[in-house]
Nanobody, 123 residues
Framework: QVQLVESGGGLVQAGGSLRLSCAASGIIFRNNVMAWYRQAPGKQRELVAI???????IYADSVKGRFTASRDSAKNTVYLQMNSLKTEDTAVYYC?????????????????WGQGTQVTVSS
């Protein structure tokens, strides 16, 4: 069973940066598409970024040009570098894994999640 541990969140001022990490176990990491999601209070969980096993990336329009996803197969870890943070980026951030882009595209495809990491951006 997949286990996901997100870390790296915190409180940052608008315009600042954070780097999130997600350590995955229980899967063949190199075979999986990884994705980042976020859920703000009172809102549905939404897709933020996808990174394929080959390193190709897809981003939500709201974060394009500011966030960068990367992965380290030796560490079974995926990262999300977040720059130029805005108050609207405040949310709990999660990661998950799937075999295809279609699988990870919709967060409703998953029943199991990690604990997430809180990102709070102050004005």
């Amino acid at each position: 069973q997949v286990q996901l541990v997100e870390s790296g969140g915190g409180l940052v001022q608008a315009g600042g940066s954070l780097r999130l990490s997600c350590a995955a176990s229980g899967i063949i990491f190199r075979n999986n598409v990884m994705a980042w999601y976020r859920q703000a209070p009172g809102k549905q969980r939404e897709l933020v970024a996808i990174i394929t096993s080959g390193g190709s990336t897809i981003y939500a329009d709201s974060v394009k040009g500011r966030f960068t996803a990367s992965r380290d197969s030796a560490k079974n870890t995926v990262y999300l570098q977040m720059n130029s943070l805005k108050t609207e980026d405040t949310a709990v951030y999660y990661c998950n894994a799937g075999i295809t882009i279609a699988t990870v595209y919709n967060p409703r495809n998953f029943r199991s999640w990690g604990q997430g990491t809180q990102v709070t951006v102050s004005s």
